[in-house]
């Protein structure tokens, strides 16, 4: 009966053993006795060292260095069979053992593995620091930027010192544009307890109205470290709608329509409605539009446009969004067209007419002829930007224009700018162009009496005057494309206009978000009027004779 226990194993190996032992011994004991009768008869034999060995003599020393090789073979065997069944055995007791004992946190040796240099660094440098740990500052102080207030003014009233107001705003410099901090936005202070119970300072927090948080943290005390977190939103499907009785922009937002919602529903109309001059108390405005909203369920001032009316004096504007088959996204009218301004800037960012377009006595020529251009005065260098998207079709030197580039904004409007001082190195012929792209330098070259961009508008291949055009874009989708919008269109005016309205009423602004955009009322000033002493005889006569 075979058992599995180690005090059997252990008594079967004994066993076997003592039988090799005794098997061995027999054996060595016949060897000596043939070795013994070889002996005997190699001695009785003539030896001589003239003859060779004999054949007998040398399977002697064979068969002996045989039974040496075979007895230490079995040994070694036999040892070798023992320390590996006494391992086996020491093991399986070991995993006996452990496995009877009841499970402990007991931390698990350390096992070093060949690493290359780069990564026995790595270790050690996180063997020697730790793990990272955030700290967190033992008290925080919020403030809220205020009419006519900065972000140095309220550090300052955190009890921040100049030097540290200094590293602050050039940390935040990094990750935020300052000038976009508004009124409204919030301000957190973080500071650490010391052993002298004086507070020190450990970050300061910009927190937007859209949920962005930018943050300065000390690292070293010269040192301050940026960082953006952004917020986690979700997207709501909504409609809004108001009477103008004062500025679009203010009457837009308290009806709920993010800020930059607005934005794109000035850029949608631009061309056909003037935001500033056409609306009228009364019009009406209507939008459909995706809106954000952060964790806390506020909203973080952020959406996308999907439909928008403007109503004036009896008119209806609308404008839809549509992405075409080429992923191309747009705003179009009801009839499928873009109907938006061709130019939505000027080429100079600050333009300073010089000359208008029409008859003009030429400076350099010294008779009247006629000026097919607009030229603006600025200083050599100055960027001349793209005013529209377009496509670059003449990029040459000399002549009287100098320096010159022609763009064409689509089949029916150009324009050209002359007397650079240089191309932007991007621009040559056949190059796509936004609004806003750079496509050259203000220079002098040419027939030019000074530093000026000369400017034309080319329609049709006549020149007119850039000044008093309001041109909009002309593109018109056809075929399946514009079958497709007109499925779109219907379908968003049915959820829009239809007994039962698809989408949530946008919630109107709050009072205070009211008074964050617009500001407290400020005082009037009340005009004092200085007295002037009355200038008497006496004083007069005084100031004849020189008294």
Same mark, same amino acid.
């Given at each position: 009966?075979?058992?599995?226990?180690?005090?059997?194993?252990?008594?079967?190996?004994?066993?076997?053993?003592?039988?090799?032992?005794?098997?061995?011994?027999?054996?060595?004991?016949?060897?000596?006795?043939?070795?013994?009768?070889?002996?005997?008869?190699?001695?009785?034999?003539?030896?001589?060292?003239?003859?060779?060995?004999?054949?007998?003599?040398?399977?002697?020393?064979?068969?002996?260095?045989?039974?040496?090789?075979?007895?230490?073979?079995?040994?070694?065997?036999?040892?070798?069979?023992?320390?590996?069944?006494?391992?086996?055995?020491?093991?399986?007791?070991?995993?006996?053992?452990?496995?009877?004992?009841?499970?402990?946190?007991?931390?698990? !040796?350390?096992?070093?593995? &060949?690493?290359? $240099?780069?990564? @026995? %660094?790595? #270790?050690?440098? +996180?063997?020697?620091?730790?793990?990272?740990?955030?700290?967190?500052?033992?008290?925080?102080?919020?403030?809220?930027?205020?009419?006519?207030?900065?972000?140095?003014?309220?550090?300052?009233?955190?009890?921040?010192?100049?030097?540290?107001?200094?590293?602050?705003?050039?940390?935040?410099?990094?990750?935020?544009?300052?000038?976009?901090?508004?009124?409204?936005?919030?301000?957190?202070?973080?500071?650490?307890?010391?052993?002298?119970?004086?507070?020190?300072?450990?970050?300061?927090?910009?927190?937007?109205?859209?949920?962005?948080?930018?943050?300065?943290?000390?690292?070293?005390?010269?040192?301050?470290? !940026?960082?953006?977190?952004? &917020?986690?939103? $979700?997207?709501? @499907? %909504?409609? #809004?709608?108001? +009477?103008?009785?004062?500025?679009?922009?203010?009457?837009?937002?308290?009806?709920?329509?993010?800020?930059?919602?607005?934005?794109?529903?000035?850029?949608?109309?631009?061309?056909?409605?003037?935001?500033?001059?056409?609306?009228?108390?009364?019009?009406?405005?209507?939008?459909?539009?995706?809106?954000?909203?952060?964790?806390?369920?506020?909203?973080?001032?952020?959406?996308?446009?999907?439909?928008?009316?403007?109503?004036?004096?009896?008119?209806?504007?609308?404008?839809?969004?549509?992405?075409?088959?080429?992923?191309?996204?747009?705003?179009?009218?009801?009839?499928?067209?873009?109907?938006?301004?061709?130019?939505?800037?000027?080429?100079?960012?600050?333009?300073?007419? @010089?000359?208008?377009?029409?008859?003009?006595?030429?400076?350099?020529?010294?008779?009247?002829?006629?000026?097919?251009?607009?030229?603006?005065?600025?200083?050599?260098?100055?960027?001349?930007?793209?005013?529209?998207?377009?496509?670059?079709?003449?990029?040459?030197?000399?002549?009287?224009?100098?320096?010159?580039?022609?763009?064409?904004?689509?089949?029916?409007?150009?324009?050209?700018?002359?007397?650079?001082?240089?191309?932007?190195?991007?621009?040559?012929?056949?190059?796509?162009?936004?609004?806003?792209?750079?496509?050259?330098?203000?220079?002098?070259?040419?027939?030019?009496?000074?530093?000026?961009?000369?400017?034309?508008?080319?329609?049709?291949?006549?020149?007119?005057?850039?000044?008093?055009?309001?041109?909009?874009?002309?593109?018109?989708?056809?075929?399946?494309?514009?079958?497709?919008?007109?499925?779109?269109?219907?379908?968003?005016?049915?959820?829009?206009?239809?007994?039962?309205?698809?989408?949530?009423?946008?919630?109107?602004?709050?009072?205070?978000?009211?008074?964050?955009?617009?500001?407290?009322?400020?005082?009037?000033?009340?005009?004092?009027?200085?007295?002037?002493?009355?200038?008497?005889?006496?004083?007069?006569?005084?100031?004849?004779?020189?008294?």
């Amino acid at each position: 009966m075979q058992t599995n226990s180690p005090a059997g194993r252990e008594q079967a190996q004994a066993n076997c053993l003592g039988r090799i032992l005794r098997s061995t011994k027999a054996l060595i004991d016949q060897i000596g006795d043939k070795a013994a009768d070889l002996v005997a008869d190699d001695m009785e034999s003539e030896f001589s060292f003239d003859r060779p060995k004999s054949p007998r003599f040398r399977s002697l020393q064979m068969f002996l260095a045989g039974t040496v090789i075979g007895a230490g073979t079995v040994f070694g065997a036999v040892k070798y069979s023992a320390a590996h069944n006494s391992a086996e055995d020491a093991a399986a007791a070991l995993i006996q053992e452990r496995a009877a004992e009841k499970q402990t946190l007991t931390p698990v !040796a350390r096992i070093d593995l &060949p690493l290359d $240099d780069a990564a @026995t %660094e790595e #270790a050690e440098t +996180v063997a020697e620091t730790g793990p990272e740990q955030t700290v967190v500052p033992d008290s925080t102080e919020s403030f809220t930027l205020k009419p006519r207030q900065n972000l140095s003014v309220v550090l300052k009233q955190g009890g921040l010192t100049s030097r540290e107001i200094y590293l602050v705003t050039e940390s935040l410099g990094e990750v935020l544009d300052l000038k976009r901090i508004q009124v409204g936005d919030k301000v957190e202070i973080g500071k650490l307890n010391t052993e002298t119970d004086e507070k020190s300072l450990l970050c300061v927090t910009v927190e937007d109205r859209h949920g962005n948080r930018y943050t300065a943290t000390r690292v070293e005390p010269e040192v301050f470290t !940026a960082s953006l977190t952004e &917020p986690e939103v $979700d997207l709501k @499907t %909504e409609y #809004a709608s108001g +009477v103008i009785d004062g500025a679009f922009v203010t009457n837009a937002k308290q009806s709920g329509i993010p800020t930059n919602v607005i934005q794109q529903i000035v850029w949608a109309f631009d061309g056909p409605v003037d935001f500033s001059r056409d609306l009228r108390k009364g019009d009406t405005f209507t939008a459909v539009f995706q809106k954000e909203y952060n964790k806390d369920g506020a909203p973080t001032g952020n959406g996308a446009l999907l439909y928008a009316e403007i109503g004036t004096r009896g008119k209806k504007h609308e404008r839809y969004l549509y992405k075409d088959s080429q992923d191309r996204e747009d705003y179009y009218d009801e009839t499928g067209k873009i109907a938006r301004k061709l130019f939505t800037m000027h080429p100079l960012k600050k333009p300073r007419l @010089t000359s208008k377009f029409g008859q003009r006595k030429h400076p350099i020529l010294g008779y009247t002829i006629m000026h097919w251009g607009t030229d603006f005065g600025a200083p050599v260098g100055t960027p001349i930007r793209a005013p529209g998207e377009g496509t670059i079709t003449q990029v040459k030197r000399g002549g009287s224009y100098g320096l010159y580039i022609q763009i064409k904004h689509n089949s029916e409007y150009s324009t050209a700018y002359a007397h650079m001082s240089e191309f932007h190195k991007n621009s040559k012929v056949g190059r796509k162009v936004k609004a806003g792209d750079i496509i050259g330098y203000v220079g002098n070259t040419g027939r030019s009496t000074g530093p000026h961009l000369h400017w034309e508008l080319i329609k049709n291949g006549k020149k007119i005057s850039a000044t008093t055009q309001r041109i909009t874009a002309q593109r018109k989708l056809k075929g399946e494309e514009l079958e497709r919008f007109y499925a779109e269109r219907d379908r968003i005016r049915e959820n829009v206009t239809g007994d039962e309205i698809a989408y949530a009423k946008a919630e109107a602004l709050p009072e205070a978000r009211k008074m964050a955009y617009q500001g407290e009322p400020k005082p009037k000033k009340v005009a004092k009027r200085k007295t002037r002493p009355q200038k008497t005889a006496a004083r007069i006569t005084r100031r004849r004779s020189g008294g």
